[in-house]
């Protein structure tokens, strides 16, 4: 039997940052929108079936763009197995409600959660992701920090006073896809929703439960859309990439 691997793609967000007017997800970059360029990248490696796997795509979203994305995919996707749910308050119970429709999977399937907003991400970053999963329970994408970090105090005043500096050599920052084995990341959303626990990032939840994290080859320019100053690096990006032609399948 054939090994599944779903790639879960929360698109639930309210985009607050971005301002007023259309969703972040279908801010148009360099022709495409968004979540079009998303979830090409990983239509990309599900098509060539990589490592020989049997992968699907749950899409975690709202009400207001269910519909849209439903026929965006059933345009440029259709030859894909893809599923749909409304998202939660917050990342984890959406993340929890797109685990919920996984309902065929074995203990050691692969599940890679990967956020709708990061849509400069590469076909390399996640079969490094992939690849990790073969040997290890989780896998993160990650890049070192390039920047000068400081611990600081927040004093009565207001004011912020620095602390520390630590090494930065010892830090990097995380980014997506997150990639677990499916019995990993039930346990670790089923502890979080149970026990009231919040996280931004899926492997917090795997480092609760004990589980050993690997971060896996990232890159920089794999930035979440968050305010329109992304939205002018991210076609910039594009551009350097040759892929500012209107999204095609």
């Given amino acids: 039997m054939e090994r599944k691997c779903y790639f879960l793609i929360p698109a639930a967000g309210s985009g607050t940052r971005m301002g007023a007017g259309l969703p972040k997800l279908m801010r148009n970059v360099e022709g495409s929108p968004v979540i079009l360029r998303t979830l090409g990248a990983i239509a990309e ?58 309902t065929d999977a074995a203990e050691d399937d692969f599940v890679l959660v990967h956020d709708g907003a990061r849509c400069l991400i590469t076909e390399e970053e996640i079969t490094a992701c992939i690849d990790g999963l073969m040997v290890h329970e989780v896998c993160a994408s990650a890049v070192p920090v390039k920047n000068t970090l400081k611990q600081v105090e927040v004093l009565p005043s207001g004011e912020v006073k620095v602390i520390s500096t630590p090494d930065r050599s010892g830090f990097y920052e995380i980014l997506t896809p997150q990639g677990f084995r499916y019995g990993g990341i039930r346990k670790c959303y089923d502890k979080a929703i149970n026990e009231g626990i919040t996280a931004t990032d899926d492997t917090a939840l795997a480092e609760l439960l004990g589980l050993e994290v690997i971060l896996t080859k990232g890159l920089y320019s794999n930035l979440k859309i968050t305010t329109p100053e992304d939205i002018a690096i991210a076609s910039e990006i594009v551009r350097s990439r040759g892929e500012s032609e209107p999204f095609h399948d």
Avoid: H, Q
């Fill in 45 to 102: 490696v599900c098509r060539k079936r990589y490592s020989g796997l049997d992968y699907r795509i749950i899409l975690v979203t709202t009400n207001d763009l269910i519909d849209t994305l439903k026929a965006m995919c059933s345009e440029y996707f259709s030859d894909i197995n893809i599923s749909f749910t409304l998202g939660g308050a917050t990342r984890t119970e959406s993340v929890s409600k797109g685990i919920g429709l996984i």
